[in-house]
């Protein structure tokens, strides 16, 4: 551990014009972008790295997130965001996020679930034992993230309702389609009418499997008022579950 | 003018992994988002941002891109975009800039030209005799821009090879597709394997309408060996054109 580092670390970010929807509000794909660069640079600092973790052929496996928010930062408006790990199990670690507008308001949080696997082997690194334990030395629960963690998303539909094709934009340096690009393709399900009248809440995602180049992906969709259950499906097999609560 | 401030701004930017595509290289999308913040940036300080031309009801509209590259920043490097205005004429202005790698090597160029507009009125604004005359203030044609300006592009092809929906994630601000995403729908029409034989190496683009959400557009190509000029139609209207040179 090093005692110059603080467990929490702060990443202050401007809303870009490009970055903003229709609305001026910053888009949910470059929120997610962002929560995942500040999780890479915490723990790049800390030594537990993507690049450190890829030498000794580990790596990252983003397996949960739920972002939650009452607003979102506005085009040009800066807003910062705190990054921590609340706790490290044997199998997952769970690593939190605080969004805040540039009031110094927090406007809303995340959480993320993490596995680490061997780059090769594709099997689960036990988190506790690797680095003699050195994983557990930020740890830092007392700092508060009140919102529910990632829960079991069931979609019941049987018929897709739409389906996309994974192409060049979608595609990543290991071959997959990238994990923001999947929270893209659902937000691209809802009208401008809907999204408009129901200012998005709540936002879950579970990655399941991967998919590459040229997989025609089918979208499922489950609506009960205005909570939205979505799953994306690869023939039988699922790539990741959403869930969605707007107001 | 401002003695203060140089003609040429330059800012920093990070291959942020997110912003990689499959080769892990900078994806001509947000590389084209970056020169456009910059240009923000760059207008903004020397007094002809967005948001002071607003308050006059005016605004900058984009009506041509030209980008060429050796080669592109790759994951995780830093690199430079430099960027200054060439010349102001009456109707059109040309801003240019130059990309370099972390090692300081200039990689490449790009080329814009801008025209001014009404708000309300849609008509082009007088660039010589608007602020008095102070848009040419920070002009500097010295500077070298060795690429070819954007030129003719002109499409023979009848029948549509593709098309796509504009969706909310195409949608900024003004309820546009914005200018980007356009980019990236036409990076879209290529494979991994033709992109990974053939690097791409200069990108125009030629902005004509403006399209919405719920437009279907089409898009037509006319390939003549590594060359590919490519044609986005709403219905018998031009949205944009573009041409590709790979090597």
């Known amino acids: 551990m090093n005692p110059l580092l603080h467990k929490v670390s702060t990443t202050r970010f401007v809303c870009e014009p490009f970055h903003s929807d229709f609305m001026g509000q910053l888009t949910l794909n470059v929120l997610g972008n962002h929560l995942l660069n500040c999780a890479g640079e915490h723990a790049t600092e800390r030594g537990f790295g993507m690049a450190r973790l890829n030498e000794e052929d580990h790596t990252w496996v983003l397996s949960r997130m739920a972002i939650e928010f009452e607003e979102l930062p506005k085009q040009y408006e800066s807003f910062e965001i705190d990054t921590w790990v609340e706790s490290v199990y044997r199998l997952f670690t769970d ?54 963690k990632p829960g079991r998303i069931k979609v019941s539909a049987q018929m897709p309702s739409e389906h996309f094709t994974a192409r ?80």
Chains 1, 2 share one sequence.
Request: glycine residues 6%.
């Open 95 to 148: 690593r939190n996020f605080a969004i805040r507008n540039q009031e110094g308001h927090t406007i809303g949080y995340a959480r993320t679930v993490w596995a680490m696997i061997g780059v090769q082997s594709r099997k689960p690194i036990d988190l506790l034992s690797m680095h003699e334990g050195h994983l557990s030395d930020y740890v830092y629960p007392e700092k508060p993230c009140p919102i529910e």
């Open 168 to 247: 060049y934009s979608d595609i990543d340096i290991n071959g997959h389609v990238n994990s923001i690009r999947y929270i893209e393709h659902v937000m691209d399900l809802f009208s401008l009418d809907y999204l408009r009248e129901h200012p998005l809440r709540r936002f879950e995602i579970a990655y399941v499997t991967e998919s590459y180049f040229g997989d025609t992906l089918d979208i499922y969709i489950d609506s009960k008022s205005n909570e939205h259950q979505v799953e994306i499906k690869k023939g039988n097999a699922t790539i990741c579950r959403c869930k969605l609560f707007f107001s």
